[in-house]
């Protein structure tokens, strides 16, 4: 099992940036396929990114393609987003997702951060 906590939520001004981190517990973090999902207010949580437990594969929403990248540490057990050209669409609150083995886009991540919350401001 694992336990993800996210910070580096906050409020920020349209095309300004912030990085979420993502700290799991445990000793096999690096098995883990890990993603990004976020849910704006009346809206169903959605798919924003993935990476593989390697990090040589890693997936992307239409919506943030070019202005987000996911990346992770191993070493550190952290998945980080790093968010630019942020929009006021980007506003929600954005959760860590794992799971084991295989990467994909769909809602089958098991373990769950408790999620931070970006807002941003036009």
């Known amino acids: 099992q694992v336990q993800l906590v996210e910070s580096g939520g906050g409020l920020v001004q349209a095309g300004g940036s912030l990085r979420l981190s993502c700290a799991a517990s445990?000793?096999?973090?690096?098995?883990?396929?890990l993603a990004w999902f976020r849910q704006a207010p009346g809206k169903e949580r959605e798919f924003v990114a993935a990476?593989?437990?390697?990090?040589?594969?890693?997936y992307y929403a239409d919506s943030v393609k070019g202005r987000f990248t996911i990346s992770r540490d191993n070493a550190k057990n952290t998945v980080y987003l790093q968010m630019n050209s942020l929009k006021p669409e980007d506003t929600a609150v954005y959760f860590c997702?794992?799971?084991?083995?295989?990467?994909?886009?769909?809602?089958?991540?098991?373990?769950w951060g408790q999620g931070t919350q970006v807002t941003v401001s036009s």
């Open positions: 997702a794992a799971r084991w083995g295989v990467i994909t886009t769909e809602y089958k991540y098991p373990y």
């Open positions: 990476i593989a437990s390697s990090g040589g594969s890693t």
């Open positions: 445990g000793r096999t973090f690096s098995s883990y396929a």
